[in-house]
């Protein structure tokens, strides 16, 4: 079966840096995305990782190791804004590019 | 500028009626999904499409239906609500080399009573 596995929150101090960990099962692997969503909203793109390494974005870098099935979405020089749950996503090319979200991290910055 | 749309953005209906999520996109994109997401939980993929006339059902058991006749358009219907169908449902969309990821309009909040 398709399993991805992250924490369900995470608390974090603002100016601080926080790492969210993402650990998956699945067949078929295409590629890796980080989505973040607000509250009462829908999910916004941060990242994409379908190579082994680090890709880092402004405030915002995603590693992947595709042996270990892991990744991870570091948030640097945290700010209240930042406040929301973030989603792991795999893109699957089994049954034609299917992506299946994580339920997310939901994380809290305090000031 | 380019977005994708979704209409209503919530929906209050009764038991039994006939519904249709509307979902358009303006950015030229093949690809074409609806989620299904619980408060909390992760989003469930139920309809999805690759271009014009091609339809897949996802992973989530669902009494919808979809078409695609058009490529920015990619409506969702329930030929019977139910209250087991009270959920938000977010569109999709992507283009074929996925590496900006998906596109996800606004959603809609349905409540079936």
């Known amino acids: 079966g398709q399993n991805i596995d992250q924490p369900t929150e995470m608390t974090a101090t603002e100016g601080a840096i926080v790492q969210i960990n993402c650990t998956y099962q699945?067949?078929?692997?295409?590629?890796l995305f980080w989505y973040q969503q607000h509250a009462g909203e829908a999910p916004t793109f941060l990242s994409y990782?379908?190579?082994?390494g680090l890709e880092e974005k402004g405030r915002f870098s995603s590693f992947l190791s595709r042996s270990k099935g892991y990744s991870y979405l570091l948030l640097k020089e945290l700010q209240m804004k930042d406040s929301a749950s973030y989603l792991c996503a795999v893109s699957l090319n089994t049954g034609g590019f299917k992506t299946i979200f994580g339920a997310g991290t939901r994380l809290f910055v305090k000031a | 500028e380019a977005d994708i749309y979704q209409t209503p953005r919530y929906l209050v209906i009764g038991t039994g009626k006939k519904i249709t999520l509307e979902c358009s996109q303006t950015m030229g994109h093949d690809k074409m999904y609806w989620y299904q997401q619980d408060p909390g939980m992760e989003l469930h993929l139920i309809h999805y499409s690759y271009g014009v006339n091609s339809t897949e059902k996802g992973d989530l058991s669902s009494e919808s239906t979809v078409s695609r006749i058009r490529t920015e358009h990619f409506p969702l219907t329930l030929e019977s609500a139910r209250p087991s169908h009270t959920s938000q449902y977010l569109c999709?969309?992507?283009?074929?080399?996925?590496?900006?990821?998906?596109?996800f309009g606004s959603g809609t909040r349905l409540t079936v009573v």
């Open positions: 999709a969309s992507s283009d074929w080399g996925q590496e900006g990821g998906y596109t």
């Open positions: 990782n379908v190579l082994d």
């Open positions: 699945t067949s078929g692997f295409n590629g």
